[in-house]
Protein backbone atom coordinates (compact mmCIF):
# COMPACT_ATOMS: atom_id res chain seq x y z
CA UNK A 1 0.00 0.00 0.00
CA UNK A 2 1.49 3.40 -0.24
CA UNK A 3 0.99 6.25 2.34
CA UNK A 4 1.57 9.76 1.06
CA UNK A 5 4.75 11.47 2.12
CA UNK A 6 5.42 15.02 2.17
CA UNK A 7 8.49 17.46 1.89
CA UNK A 8 11.82 16.97 -0.63
CA UNK A 9 10.41 19.86 -2.78
CA UNK A 10 13.88 21.72 -2.96
CA UNK A 11 15.25 17.89 -3.88
CA UNK A 12 12.34 17.29 -6.70
CA UNK A 13 13.14 21.08 -8.08
CA UNK A 14 16.86 20.17 -8.54
CA UNK A 15 15.94 16.88 -9.89
CA UNK A 16 14.04 18.42 -12.51
CA UNK A 17 16.52 21.17 -13.44
CA UNK A 18 19.10 18.61 -13.84
CA UNK A 19 17.09 16.51 -15.67
CA UNK A 20 16.51 19.29 -18.03
CA UNK A 21 20.30 19.69 -18.50
CA UNK A 22 20.83 16.50 -19.09
CA UNK A 23 18.34 16.55 -21.79
CA UNK A 24 19.88 19.31 -23.57
CA UNK A 25 23.10 17.68 -23.35
CA UNK A 26 26.26 18.80 -24.29
CA UNK A 27 26.00 22.63 -25.42
CA UNK A 28 29.01 22.55 -27.52
CA UNK A 29 26.70 20.07 -30.27
CA UNK A 30 23.60 22.14 -31.62
CA UNK A 31 20.36 21.37 -30.25
CA UNK A 32 18.03 19.44 -31.93
CA UNK A 33 15.05 20.90 -33.06
CA UNK A 34 11.07 19.38 -33.53
CA UNK A 35 10.64 19.57 -36.85
CA UNK A 36 14.53 17.73 -37.15
CA UNK A 37 12.38 14.87 -35.22
CA UNK A 38 9.39 14.92 -37.11
CA UNK A 39 10.96 14.46 -40.22
CA UNK A 40 14.27 12.34 -39.66
CA UNK A 41 13.20 10.27 -36.69
CA UNK A 42 9.74 9.49 -38.64
CA UNK A 43 9.72 6.02 -37.29
CA UNK A 44 9.68 7.12 -33.70
CA UNK A 45 7.05 9.65 -34.33
CA UNK A 46 5.07 7.16 -35.73
CA UNK A 47 5.04 4.55 -33.30
CA UNK A 48 4.44 7.13 -30.26
CA UNK A 49 1.28 8.37 -32.08
CA UNK A 50 0.12 4.76 -32.80
CA UNK A 51 1.11 3.78 -28.85
CA UNK A 52 -0.56 7.57 -27.77
CA UNK A 53 -3.88 6.92 -29.78
CA UNK A 54 -3.24 10.33 -31.52
CA UNK A 55 -2.21 11.13 -34.69
CA UNK A 56 -0.10 14.54 -34.53
CA UNK A 57 3.32 14.13 -35.77
CA UNK A 58 4.15 17.43 -34.06
CA UNK A 59 2.81 16.72 -30.80
CA UNK A 60 4.67 13.34 -30.75
CA UNK A 61 7.98 14.93 -32.07
CA UNK A 62 7.89 17.43 -29.21
CA UNK A 63 6.86 14.79 -26.58
CA UNK A 64 10.34 13.19 -27.78
CA UNK A 65 12.56 15.29 -27.49
CA UNK A 66 11.39 16.26 -23.79
CA UNK A 67 11.22 12.77 -23.11
CA UNK A 68 15.07 12.57 -23.94
CA UNK A 69 14.02 10.04 -26.40
CA UNK A 70 12.54 7.68 -24.26
CA UNK A 71 9.24 6.78 -26.42
CA UNK A 72 7.21 5.10 -23.69
CA UNK A 73 7.29 8.12 -21.96
CA UNK A 74 6.67 10.21 -25.02
CA UNK A 75 3.54 8.12 -25.44
CA UNK A 76 2.74 8.81 -21.73
CA UNK A 77 2.64 12.74 -22.58
CA UNK A 78 0.80 12.45 -25.70
CA UNK A 79 -2.09 10.05 -23.52
CA UNK A 80 -2.43 12.54 -20.92
CA UNK A 81 -2.06 15.69 -23.70
CA UNK A 82 -5.25 14.01 -25.19
CA UNK A 83 -7.51 13.88 -22.49
CA UNK A 84 -7.22 17.65 -22.42
CA UNK A 85 -8.79 17.78 -25.84
CA UNK A 86 -12.89 18.14 -26.35
CA UNK A 87 -13.79 15.29 -28.53
CA UNK A 88 -15.45 17.00 -31.74
CA UNK A 89 -17.45 13.63 -32.90
CA UNK A 90 -15.49 10.57 -35.37
CA UNK A 91 -14.60 10.49 -38.80
CA UNK A 92 -16.05 8.04 -41.21
CA UNK A 93 -14.62 4.93 -41.40
CA UNK A 94 -11.20 5.27 -43.68
CA UNK A 95 -11.74 3.64 -46.66
CA UNK A 96 -7.85 1.74 -47.06
CA UNK A 97 -8.75 0.33 -50.82
CA UNK A 98 -8.47 3.92 -51.70
CA UNK A 99 -4.96 4.26 -50.38
CA UNK A 100 -1.77 6.43 -51.76
CA UNK A 101 0.29 3.64 -51.71
CA UNK A 102 3.78 4.66 -50.83
CA UNK A 103 4.55 0.68 -50.43
CA UNK A 104 2.20 -2.48 -50.96
CA UNK A 105 3.66 -5.88 -51.41
CA UNK A 106 1.78 -9.30 -51.29
CA UNK A 107 3.66 -12.04 -49.76
CA UNK A 108 0.90 -14.65 -51.37
CA UNK A 109 0.75 -14.06 -54.88
CA UNK A 110 4.08 -13.14 -56.91
CA UNK A 111 2.04 -11.49 -59.57
CA UNK A 112 -0.37 -9.90 -57.50
CA UNK A 113 -3.11 -7.47 -60.05
CA UNK A 114 -1.10 -4.13 -59.48
CA UNK A 115 2.22 -4.76 -58.36
CA UNK A 116 4.63 -5.37 -55.87
CA UNK A 117 5.64 -2.03 -54.55
CA UNK A 118 8.74 -1.87 -52.26
CA UNK A 119 8.87 1.54 -51.61
CA UNK A 120 10.84 3.10 -48.86
CA UNK A 121 11.86 -0.10 -46.84
CA UNK A 122 14.53 -1.92 -44.98
CA UNK A 123 13.64 -5.10 -46.37
CA UNK A 124 16.93 -6.39 -48.67
CA UNK A 125 19.10 -4.08 -46.41
CA UNK A 126 22.46 -5.35 -45.27
CA UNK A 127 21.95 -4.36 -42.24
CA UNK A 128 25.24 -2.96 -42.07
CA UNK A 129 26.22 -0.29 -40.30
CA UNK A 130 26.89 3.24 -42.87
CA UNK A 131 29.74 4.54 -41.85
CA UNK A 132 29.32 7.94 -44.44
CA UNK A 133 26.18 8.79 -42.41
CA UNK A 134 28.50 9.85 -39.52
CA UNK A 135 30.08 12.20 -41.68
CA UNK A 136 26.70 13.88 -42.53
CA UNK A 137 26.25 12.93 -46.07
CA UNK A 138 23.48 14.19 -48.53
CA UNK A 139 21.48 10.53 -49.18
CA UNK A 140 20.16 9.84 -52.67
CA UNK A 141 17.07 10.82 -54.53
CA UNK A 142 15.22 8.82 -56.10
CA UNK A 143 14.50 10.24 -60.01
CA UNK A 144 11.10 9.43 -61.20
CA UNK A 145 10.70 10.32 -64.89
CA UNK A 146 7.35 9.34 -65.83
CA UNK A 147 4.74 11.27 -63.68
CA UNK A 148 1.94 8.39 -63.36
CA UNK A 149 -1.53 8.84 -61.90
CA UNK A 150 -1.93 7.10 -58.49
CA UNK A 151 -3.40 3.85 -59.27
CA UNK A 152 -5.60 2.00 -56.76
CA UNK A 153 -4.97 -0.69 -56.30
CA UNK A 154 -7.08 -3.77 -55.87
CA UNK A 155 -6.84 -5.82 -52.36
CA UNK A 156 -5.30 -9.13 -52.35
CA UNK A 157 -8.38 -10.38 -50.72
CA UNK A 158 -10.84 -9.73 -52.52
CA UNK A 159 -9.13 -10.96 -54.99
CA UNK A 160 -9.40 -14.43 -53.37
CA UNK A 161 -13.00 -14.00 -52.37
CA UNK A 162 -14.00 -14.02 -56.32
CA UNK A 163 -13.54 -17.81 -55.85
CA UNK A 164 -14.83 -17.95 -52.34
CA UNK A 165 -11.54 -18.76 -50.87
CA UNK A 166 -11.71 -16.45 -47.99
CA UNK A 167 -13.88 -15.80 -45.26
CA UNK A 168 -15.98 -12.55 -45.67
CA UNK A 169 -15.62 -9.58 -43.29
CA UNK A 170 -19.40 -8.33 -43.16
CA UNK A 171 -20.80 -4.84 -42.72
CA UNK A 172 -23.87 -5.26 -39.78
CA UNK A 173 -23.46 -1.36 -39.36
CA UNK A 174 -22.97 -2.29 -35.43
CA UNK A 175 -21.81 0.78 -33.61
CA UNK A 176 -18.12 0.31 -32.36
CA UNK A 177 -17.28 0.38 -28.69
CA UNK A 178 -14.62 3.03 -27.53
CA UNK A 179 -11.99 2.06 -25.13
CA UNK A 180 -11.64 5.60 -24.29
CA UNK A 181 -14.69 6.29 -22.97
CA UNK A 182 -15.87 3.07 -21.34
CA UNK A 183 -13.58 0.78 -19.15
CA UNK A 184 -12.26 -2.47 -21.06
CA UNK A 185 -15.08 -5.27 -20.10
CA UNK A 186 -14.55 -8.99 -21.10
CA UNK A 187 -15.15 -10.69 -23.16
CA UNK A 188 -14.67 -8.11 -25.61
CA UNK A 189 -15.94 -8.20 -29.18
CA UNK A 190 -13.09 -7.55 -31.92
CA UNK A 191 -13.78 -3.90 -32.33
CA UNK A 192 -12.51 -3.28 -28.99
CA UNK A 193 -9.97 -6.03 -29.34
CA UNK A 194 -8.54 -4.23 -32.27
CA UNK A 195 -9.07 -0.59 -30.79
CA UNK A 196 -6.45 -2.20 -27.93
CA UNK A 197 -3.91 -3.99 -29.88
CA UNK A 198 -3.63 -0.86 -32.22
CA UNK A 199 -2.80 1.09 -29.19
CA UNK A 200 -0.86 -1.88 -27.58
CA UNK A 201 2.65 -1.71 -26.82
CA UNK A 202 4.70 -3.01 -29.93
CA UNK A 203 7.23 -5.42 -27.89
CA UNK A 204 4.41 -6.83 -26.28
CA UNK A 205 2.09 -7.30 -29.43
CA UNK A 206 5.53 -8.32 -30.95
CA UNK A 207 5.95 -11.25 -28.50
CA UNK A 208 2.69 -12.41 -28.78
CA UNK A 209 2.39 -12.55 -32.38
CA UNK A 210 5.87 -14.26 -32.44
CA UNK A 211 4.26 -17.23 -29.78
CA UNK A 212 1.70 -18.27 -31.76
CA UNK A 213 4.39 -18.11 -34.88
CA UNK A 214 6.45 -20.54 -32.21
CA UNK A 215 3.68 -22.87 -31.88
CA UNK A 216 1.52 -21.52 -29.24
CA UNK A 217 -1.45 -21.40 -30.76
CA UNK A 218 -0.11 -21.81 -34.03
CA UNK A 219 -1.71 -20.32 -37.15
CA UNK A 220 -0.73 -20.69 -40.16
CA UNK A 221 -0.36 -17.26 -41.55
CA UNK A 222 0.97 -15.62 -44.66
CA UNK A 223 1.00 -11.71 -45.45
CA UNK A 224 -1.49 -11.30 -48.22
CA UNK A 225 -0.71 -7.84 -47.95
CA UNK A 226 0.71 -5.18 -46.18
CA UNK A 227 0.46 -1.74 -47.65
CA UNK A 228 1.59 2.14 -46.38
CA UNK A 229 0.16 5.18 -47.45
CA UNK A 230 -2.22 7.74 -47.19
CA UNK A 231 -5.88 7.51 -46.85
CA UNK A 232 -7.76 10.56 -46.71
CA UNK A 233 -10.01 11.25 -43.81
CA UNK A 234 -13.65 12.08 -44.11
CA UNK A 235 -15.85 13.28 -41.57
CA UNK A 236 -19.36 14.39 -40.73
CA UNK A 237 -19.41 18.05 -40.12
CA UNK A 238 -22.99 18.83 -37.84
CA UNK A 239 -23.29 22.71 -38.97
CA UNK A 240 -23.39 21.75 -42.34
CA UNK A 241 -25.06 18.50 -42.64
CA UNK A 242 -22.42 16.56 -44.83
CA UNK A 243 -18.85 15.20 -44.75
CA UNK A 244 -15.56 16.92 -45.99
CA UNK A 245 -12.18 15.95 -46.15
CA UNK A 246 -10.64 17.50 -43.54
CA UNK A 247 -7.33 15.91 -44.08
CA UNK A 248 -4.70 12.69 -44.44
CA UNK A 249 -3.15 10.48 -42.05
CA UNK A 250 -0.70 7.61 -43.30
CA UNK A 251 -1.50 4.23 -42.15
CA UNK A 252 -0.06 0.75 -42.27
CA UNK A 253 -2.60 -1.86 -43.00
CA UNK A 254 -1.86 -6.01 -42.90
CA UNK A 255 -3.76 -8.63 -43.98
CA UNK A 256 -3.01 -12.10 -42.77
CA UNK A 257 -4.33 -15.16 -44.66
CA UNK A 258 -4.68 -17.36 -42.07
CA UNK A 259 -5.60 -21.83 -42.11
CA UNK A 260 -8.51 -22.41 -42.83
CA UNK A 261 -11.89 -23.65 -41.26
CA UNK A 262 -14.78 -25.62 -42.42
CA UNK A 263 -17.38 -28.17 -41.31
CA UNK A 264 -19.68 -30.62 -42.70
CA UNK A 265 -22.02 -27.44 -43.98
CA UNK A 266 -19.24 -24.94 -44.89
CA UNK A 267 -16.72 -25.99 -47.39
CA UNK A 268 -13.09 -24.97 -46.31
CA UNK A 269 -11.92 -21.03 -46.34
CA UNK A 270 -9.07 -19.42 -45.56
CA UNK A 271 -9.37 -16.79 -42.56
CA UNK A 272 -8.48 -13.63 -42.05
CA UNK A 273 -6.31 -11.64 -39.45
CA UNK A 274 -6.33 -7.51 -39.40
CA UNK A 275 -3.76 -5.11 -38.37
CA UNK A 276 -3.81 -1.60 -39.19
CA UNK A 277 -1.97 1.43 -37.42
CA UNK A 278 -1.01 4.82 -38.16
CA UNK A 279 1.68 5.63 -39.31
CA UNK A 280 4.38 3.86 -41.22
CA UNK A 281 4.58 0.42 -38.57
CA UNK A 282 5.16 -2.69 -40.71
CA UNK A 283 6.14 -4.87 -37.65
CA UNK A 284 3.25 -3.45 -35.35
CA UNK A 285 0.94 -4.31 -38.09
CA UNK A 286 1.71 -7.36 -38.72
CA UNK A 287 2.10 -8.92 -35.18
CA UNK A 288 -1.29 -6.70 -34.89
CA UNK A 289 -3.13 -9.20 -37.67
CA UNK A 290 -1.46 -12.40 -36.12
CA UNK A 291 -2.59 -11.69 -32.49
CA UNK A 292 -6.32 -10.63 -34.11
CA UNK A 293 -6.20 -13.78 -35.49
CA UNK A 294 -5.58 -16.00 -32.22
CA UNK A 295 -7.87 -14.12 -30.63
CA UNK A 296 -10.65 -15.32 -32.96
CA UNK A 297 -10.84 -18.80 -32.15
CA UNK A 298 -13.87 -18.81 -30.48
CA UNK A 299 -16.04 -16.92 -33.49
CA UNK A 300 -13.97 -19.41 -35.77
CA UNK A 301 -15.11 -22.34 -33.91
CA UNK A 302 -11.16 -23.52 -32.65
CA UNK A 303 -9.96 -25.22 -30.17
CA UNK A 304 -9.01 -23.19 -26.98
CA UNK A 305 -5.73 -24.96 -26.49
CA UNK A 306 -4.88 -22.49 -23.16
CA UNK A 307 -2.18 -20.39 -24.72
CA UNK A 308 -1.17 -16.78 -23.80
CA UNK A 309 -2.23 -15.37 -27.46
CA UNK A 310 -5.82 -16.90 -27.09
CA UNK A 311 -6.17 -15.67 -23.83
CA UNK A 312 -7.98 -12.30 -24.29
CA UNK A 313 -7.87 -11.31 -21.21
CA UNK A 314 -4.24 -11.99 -20.57
CA UNK A 315 -3.37 -9.83 -23.76
CA UNK A 316 -5.56 -7.07 -24.06
CA UNK A 317 -5.02 -6.21 -19.79
CA UNK A 318 -1.20 -6.44 -20.60
CA UNK A 319 -0.77 -4.72 -23.60
CA UNK A 320 -1.16 -1.38 -22.57
CA UNK A 321 2.80 0.06 -22.06
CA UNK A 322 1.30 3.04 -20.16
CA UNK A 323 -0.94 1.26 -17.81
CA UNK A 324 2.11 -1.59 -16.96
CA UNK A 325 4.44 0.90 -16.45
CA UNK A 326 2.43 2.87 -14.07
CA UNK A 327 2.04 0.22 -12.08
CA UNK A 328 5.39 -1.16 -12.66
CA UNK A 329 7.08 2.37 -12.01
CA UNK A 330 5.10 3.25 -9.08
CA UNK A 331 7.03 0.72 -6.26
CA UNK A 332 10.11 2.92 -6.82
CA UNK A 333 8.35 5.73 -4.92
CA UNK A 334 8.19 6.15 -1.10
CA UNK A 335 6.80 2.66 0.13
CA UNK A 336 8.43 3.76 3.86
CA UNK A 337 5.18 2.64 5.84
CA UNK A 338 3.88 -0.35 3.96
CA UNK A 339 7.69 -1.90 4.14
CA UNK A 340 7.67 -0.86 8.25
CA UNK A 341 4.77 -3.04 8.64
CA UNK A 342 6.04 -6.10 6.45
CA UNK A 343 9.50 -5.64 8.88
CA UNK A 344 7.71 -5.53 12.07
CA UNK A 345 6.18 -8.61 10.77
CA UNK A 346 8.74 -10.54 10.12
CA UNK A 347 10.60 -9.83 13.45
CA UNK A 348 7.49 -11.09 15.71
CA UNK A 349 7.41 -14.13 13.73
CA UNK A 350 11.21 -14.44 14.08
CA UNK A 351 11.04 -13.90 17.66
CA UNK A 352 7.90 -16.32 17.89
CA UNK A 353 10.23 -18.81 16.62
CA UNK A 354 12.45 -18.32 19.13
CA UNK A 355 15.85 -17.83 16.40
CA UNK A 356 18.83 -15.60 17.84
CA UNK A 357 18.97 -12.14 16.45
CA UNK A 358 22.13 -11.61 14.73
CA UNK A 359 23.84 -8.84 17.39
CA UNK A 360 22.81 -11.62 19.87
CA UNK A 361 24.55 -15.11 18.34
CA UNK A 362 28.01 -12.90 17.92
CA UNK A 363 27.76 -12.02 21.32
CA UNK B 1 -24.03 27.01 -55.36
CA UNK B 2 -24.27 22.57 -54.92
CA UNK B 3 -23.48 21.19 -51.56
CA UNK B 4 -20.73 19.05 -54.38
CA UNK B 5 -18.89 22.27 -54.71
CA UNK B 6 -18.84 23.53 -51.32
CA UNK B 7 -17.62 19.83 -49.80
CA UNK B 8 -15.17 20.52 -52.84
CA UNK B 9 -13.56 23.60 -51.61
CA UNK B 10 -14.03 23.26 -47.73
CA UNK B 11 -12.19 19.26 -48.68
CA UNK B 12 -9.18 21.07 -50.46
CA UNK B 13 -8.76 23.97 -48.40
CA UNK B 14 -8.72 21.75 -45.43
CA UNK B 15 -6.08 19.69 -46.91
CA UNK B 16 -3.97 22.06 -48.52
CA UNK B 17 -0.47 23.21 -47.19
CA UNK B 18 -0.63 26.12 -44.42
CA UNK B 19 2.39 28.00 -46.32
CA UNK B 20 0.62 27.63 -49.75
CA UNK B 21 -2.85 28.58 -48.81
CA UNK B 22 -1.35 31.84 -46.50
CA UNK B 23 0.67 33.30 -49.36
CA UNK B 24 -2.66 32.88 -52.03
CA UNK B 25 -4.74 34.48 -49.29
CA UNK B 26 -1.87 37.66 -48.97
CA UNK B 27 -1.75 37.85 -52.56
CA UNK B 28 -5.73 38.51 -52.61
CA UNK B 29 -7.22 42.41 -52.40
CA UNK B 30 -8.30 42.65 -48.72
CA UNK B 31 -10.34 39.91 -46.70
CA UNK B 32 -13.67 41.61 -46.15
CA UNK B 33 -14.21 42.32 -42.39
CA UNK B 34 -16.50 39.31 -40.25
CA UNK B 35 -17.59 38.76 -36.75
CA UNK B 36 -16.29 35.39 -35.39
CA UNK B 37 -18.96 32.81 -34.23
CA UNK B 38 -16.72 30.36 -32.94
CA UNK B 39 -13.38 31.17 -32.50
CA UNK B 40 -10.80 28.74 -33.33
CA UNK B 41 -10.20 25.80 -31.22
CA UNK B 42 -8.16 22.60 -31.16
CA UNK B 43 -10.06 19.23 -30.36
CA UNK B 44 -9.78 15.72 -30.98
CA UNK B 45 -11.96 13.72 -33.41
CA UNK B 46 -11.71 9.75 -33.16
CA UNK B 47 -10.67 8.25 -36.57
CA UNK B 48 -12.44 4.79 -37.62
CA UNK B 49 -11.25 1.97 -39.59
CA UNK B 50 -12.89 -1.51 -41.00
CA UNK B 51 -11.75 -4.92 -40.10
CA UNK B 52 -10.28 -6.17 -42.80
CA UNK B 53 -10.57 -3.27 -44.26
CA UNK B 54 -14.03 -3.69 -45.80
CA UNK B 55 -15.93 -5.02 -42.05
CA UNK B 56 -17.69 -3.56 -39.40
CA UNK B 57 -15.96 -0.64 -37.62
CA UNK B 58 -13.96 0.24 -34.82
CA UNK B 59 -12.29 3.15 -33.54
CA UNK B 60 -8.37 3.03 -34.24
CA UNK B 61 -7.82 5.94 -32.74
CA UNK B 62 -7.91 10.23 -32.12
CA UNK B 63 -6.25 12.68 -34.35
CA UNK B 64 -5.96 16.68 -33.74
CA UNK B 65 -8.92 18.94 -35.40
CA UNK B 66 -9.09 22.52 -35.69
CA UNK B 67 -12.13 24.52 -36.11
CA UNK B 68 -13.91 28.15 -36.67
CA UNK B 69 -16.87 29.36 -37.29
CA UNK B 70 -17.24 33.38 -39.22
CA UNK B 71 -19.92 35.23 -40.28
CA UNK B 72 -19.56 37.80 -43.08
CA UNK B 73 -21.21 41.57 -43.05
CA UNK B 74 -23.59 40.27 -45.61
CA UNK B 75 -24.60 36.92 -43.76
CA UNK B 76 -23.13 34.47 -45.37
CA UNK B 77 -21.70 31.87 -42.52
CA UNK B 78 -18.04 30.16 -43.62
CA UNK B 79 -17.21 27.00 -41.06
CA UNK B 80 -13.57 25.46 -41.02
CA UNK B 81 -12.58 21.73 -40.26
CA UNK B 82 -8.93 20.84 -40.31
CA UNK B 83 -6.33 18.11 -39.55
CA UNK B 84 -4.08 18.95 -37.11
CA UNK B 85 -4.06 22.00 -34.68
CA UNK B 86 -3.95 25.21 -36.45
CA UNK B 87 -5.86 28.23 -35.38
CA UNK B 88 -4.69 30.52 -38.43
CA UNK B 89 -5.23 28.31 -40.85
CA UNK B 90 -8.55 26.94 -39.91
CA UNK B 91 -9.72 30.96 -39.53
CA UNK B 92 -8.73 31.46 -43.21
CA UNK B 93 -10.48 28.27 -44.10
CA UNK B 94 -14.00 29.67 -42.35
CA UNK B 95 -13.16 32.82 -44.14
CA UNK B 96 -12.70 31.47 -47.69
CA UNK B 97 -15.23 29.09 -47.05
CA UNK B 98 -18.00 32.14 -46.08
CA UNK B 99 -16.24 34.31 -49.55
CA UNK B 100 -17.10 31.59 -51.86
CA UNK B 101 -20.73 31.92 -51.04
CA UNK B 102 -20.60 35.33 -52.34
CA UNK B 103 -20.10 36.80 -55.90
CA UNK B 104 -16.35 36.41 -55.36
CA UNK B 105 -16.96 32.87 -55.63
CA UNK B 106 -15.71 32.55 -59.63
CA UNK B 107 -12.48 34.50 -58.72
CA UNK B 108 -12.06 32.66 -55.95
CA UNK B 109 -12.03 29.44 -57.75
CA UNK B 110 -9.66 30.32 -60.00
CA UNK B 111 -7.28 32.15 -57.64
CA UNK B 112 -6.96 30.24 -54.91
CA UNK B 113 -9.08 26.87 -55.19
CA UNK B 114 -7.81 25.50 -58.88
CA UNK B 115 -4.40 26.41 -58.43
CA UNK B 116 -4.23 24.13 -54.79
CA UNK B 117 -5.95 21.44 -56.11
CA UNK B 118 -3.66 21.11 -58.96
CA UNK B 119 -0.78 21.66 -56.79
CA UNK B 120 -1.82 18.65 -54.64
CA UNK B 121 -2.64 16.81 -57.12
CA UNK B 122 1.01 17.19 -59.03
CA UNK B 123 2.42 15.77 -55.00
CA UNK B 124 0.08 13.10 -55.45
CA UNK B 125 1.23 12.00 -58.76
CA UNK B 126 4.82 12.68 -58.47
CA UNK B 127 4.66 10.44 -54.98
CA UNK B 128 2.64 7.40 -56.87
CA UNK B 129 5.35 8.54 -60.02
CA UNK B 130 8.17 8.03 -57.10
CA UNK B 131 6.41 4.57 -55.73
CA UNK B 132 6.16 3.16 -59.13
CA UNK B 133 10.15 3.15 -59.21
CA UNK B 134 10.24 0.59 -56.64
CA UNK B 135 7.81 -1.64 -58.43
CA UNK B 136 9.56 -5.44 -58.72
CA UNK B 137 9.13 -8.21 -60.42
CA UNK B 138 9.42 -11.49 -58.44
CA UNK B 139 10.34 -14.54 -59.98
CA UNK B 140 10.93 -17.80 -58.92
CA UNK B 141 13.44 -20.06 -58.91
CA UNK B 142 12.96 -23.92 -59.84
CA UNK B 143 15.00 -25.50 -57.21
CA UNK B 144 17.62 -27.88 -57.91
CA UNK B 145 16.67 -31.13 -55.33
CA UNK B 146 14.48 -33.28 -57.18
Known amino acids: ?163 GLIQQEIQTGDEPGDLTREPLQLPAQRDLRLQSLTRGDEGFILGMAYSTQRGYGRNHPFVGELRVGGVVVEMEIPELGFSIEIGEIEVTECETVNQFTGSKSDPPQFTRGYGLVFGHSERK ?7 DRALRWAELGEDNVGVPAQDEEFVLYHSDNIQATGFLEHIKLPHYVDFQSELELIRKLRCEAEIPSRDEEES | MSIADRQNWLSILAKA ?86 HRRDHLMKTIISPLQAQMAKAKSQRAAKAATTKVDFFTLARGED
Open chain 2, 17 to 102: PTQELQDRVASMDSLPPYKVLRAAEIGAVMVQGRMGGTGDVFNLGEMTVSRCSVELQTGEIGHGYVQGRNRDKVRLVAILDALLQT
Open chain 1, 285 to 291: SISMALV
Open chain 1, 1 to 163: MYVAVKGGEKAIDNAHAWLSEKRRGDKAIAEIGVGQIREQLTLAVNRVMAEGSLYDPDLASLAIKQSHGDLIEAIFLIRAYRTTLARFGKTRPIETTNMACIRRISATFKDAPGGQILGPTFDYTHRLLDFTLAADSETSVVESQDMSDAQMLPRITDYLNQE
